[in-house]
């Protein structure tokens, strides 16, 4: 019985591949039509192999786009082919063809869905932090777009959710190179990308680990300064102490502060 159904399955599906491969080579637009549809709605539908389904309705939409071009159906062939890259993660080629659709189909009903996954192509193209933004950056832009063109739309909420873990992320980078001057003992350099990085990023996650290891490069930059040097840059980084328990009296780095604080107050005394 195993072997009957094993050998039905086969069957069905070496007849389904050999009539995909005559309507692949078939001239008839409208059965290619209508099969990458079909296709289209069952992958839709979770149905079988979904990417496999996807792909073979994705090389009949290729071959017909030109012939619907300024059809009727041209609107809805357009959609259905840019969602067929989002859904088989193809995020460049679906932002694109996304675009393209809310630039021709300005009326279309499935405008707000379009710029939506439009823009999320793009926020799936950013890459991890410690790598080159210019995706997000983009990605940022797309979404706030969106939010400026469809202000009651029901994806409000996950753009606003997207853009905040974008810029989250771009704040994670830029405290990162900052904290990388601090580690790798370039104090001066330190002070100032941690300095920047509060005025430009003032309800950043990193923001308090931003005011201690200014504080700390600022320490470690006066206590290993030339005599003549320290006094200034002890005054200096008892100020950023003075900063960082302003902002953060019982903060994560309380302990550390304090005792490079103190140390700091038995140098000025010598001095």
């Keep these: 019985m195993k072997r009957f159904i094993l050998l039905l399955s086969l069957v069905f599906v070496a ?63 357009s959609f259905l082919y840019a969602d067929t890259y989002y859904e088989l993660g193809d995020h460049y080629l679906a932002g694109y063809q996304f675009e393209r659709f809310t630039e021709t189909y300005p009326q279309s009903e499935k405008l707000e ?37 469809f202000p009651e739309s029901e994806r409000l909420d996950e753009a606003n959710e997207l853009i905040t873990e974008l810029r989250v992320k771009l704040e994670r980078k830029a405290y990162e190179i900052a904290k990388q001057y601090h580690h790798t003992l370039n104090y001066k350099a330190a ?42 840059r002890l005054t200096a980084a008892r100020s950023y102490y003075e900063d960082y328990k302003r902002y953060y009296p019982q903060g994560e780095f309380t302990a550390e502060a304090e005792a490079a604080f103190s140390d700091i107050e038995e140098k000025q005394q010598n001095l």
Excluded: W
Excluded at 117 to 143: F, M, V, W
């Design 15 to 77: 007849t389904s591949c050999s009539q995909y491969q005559k309507v692949l080579k078939s001239s008839d637009t409208a059965v290619k039509y209508s099969t990458a549809e079909k296709l289209y709605n069952e992958a839709k539908a979770g149905e079988g192999n979904t990417k496999k389904k996807f792909r073979k309705a994705l090389r009949l939409f290729e071959q017909i786009m030109p012939e619907y071009r300024g059809k009727p159906q041209g609107q809805r062939l």
């Design 113 to 149: 869905e379009a710029a939506f996954k439009g823009a999320k192509s793009y926020y799936n193209l950013s890459p991890r932090y410690d790598l080159d933004q210019t995706e997000t950056h983009k990605a940022i832009e797309k979404l706030q777009a969106f939010i400026n063109r």
């Design 191 to 232: 002070i100032t990308a941690f300095n920047n990085f509060i005025l430009e990023y003032p309800g950043s996650p990193f923001r308090e680990m931003a005011f201690y290891y200014k504080f700390d490069s600022a320490y470690q930059y006066a206590i290993n300064s030339y005599a003549y040097a320290m006094p200034e």
